[in-house]
């Protein structure tokens, strides 16, 4: 009876301390999930401006991390163009790429996971509501997101 005793108290132990393991772990990434969201925030609203030669109104950031899994550090933007025409999306692509490498720059930013550190993984216009994908590559979830994009978009 004794070892039935033991045995049901080393089940509760060991259990306690895996779901306060997990627990902890959910914490650590939704804190850095949130820190990361800032950031980028403050990256396109400061980048996007000085490509972009009209006036738009970003929604707030949708994690991607919804679809593409835990750990991965890329947020969506949308925002209403009142001229969609006069957008060539390479081209704004190209720039907007450019700005946020001067602005990780600028912040001291960098990345052992990626030459960029932010990345638009996914642009596109739909009717007049420009969608930026934009993710923070400082960890491996993101790093292998923007590869797995990448291999889907053909590059």
């Known amino acids: 009876m004794e070892i039935v005793y033991i045995l049901i108290g080393a089940i509760l132990i060991g ?46 950031p949708r994690p991607i991390a919804d679809i593409w899994g835990k750990g991965v550090l890329a947020f969506e933007y949308q925002g209403y163009l009142q001229r969609p025409d006069n957008l060539d999306l390479n081209a704004f692509r190209q720039a907007l790429t450019v700005q946020l490498k001067l602005f990780a720059k600028e912040e001291h930013l960098t ?8 990345v638009i993984s996914d642009l596109w216009l739909k009717e007049k509501t420009l969608h930026i994908d934009l993710a923070y590559v400082i960890n491996r979830a993101t790093a292998s997101y923007i590869r797995d994009v990448s291999q889907l978009d053909g590059k």
Do not use: N
């Open 15 to 60: 259990g306690t301390l895996t779901f306060g393991h997990i627990w902890r772990q959910k914490k650590a990434l939704m804190i850095l999930q949130a820190d990361s969201q800032k950031l980028t925030e403050k990256a396109i609203k400061k980048c996007l401006p000085l490509v972009l030669k009209q006036p738009l109104e970003l929604s707030s």
């Open 111 to 118: 990345s052992e996971y990626s030459e960029q550190v932010f």
